[in-house]
């Protein structure tokens, strides 16, 4: 059974950090695409930043500069180092896989970041 579990999430203020980690169990994590989307209410999820095993990166312009993604697959986890937050990054933070052109997701976790 696949699992990603997001953890990391919280309330913080303008201009502040967090570090948002992603486990994943049940799949293969090597040479896999893994990815950080984010949601608000009322809107369609959103590419955040996705790497490859590689390590090749692909951000949002809203998050280039100030979020950076990485992976450790001995340790089967995906992170996402957010720095200078502003009140818009605001949403639910989720994390998937790309496993064999399966699509699996995380339960989120809420970034709130307040002005």
């Known amino acids: 059974q696949v699992r990603l579990v997001e953890s990391g999430g919280g309330l913080v203020q303008a201009g502040g950090t967090l570090r948002l980690s992603c486990a994943a169990s049940g799949v293969i994590f090597a040479g896999n695409v893994m990815g950080w989307y984010r949601q608000t209410p009322g809107k369609q999820r959103e590419l955040v930043v996705t790497?490859?095993?590689?390590?090749?990166?692909n951000y949002a312009d809203s998050v280039k500069g100030r979020f950076t993604i990485s992976r450790d697959n001995a340790k089967t986890t995906v992170y996402l180092q957010m720095n200078s937050l502003k009140p818009e990054d605001t949403a639910v933070y989720y994390c998937?896989?790309?496993?064999?052109?399966?699509?699996?997701w995380g339960q989120g976790t809420q970034v709130t970041v307040s002005s």
């Open positions: 998937n896989i790309n496993s064999g052109g399966r699509i699996y």
């Open positions: 790497i490859t095993d590689g390590g090749s990166t």
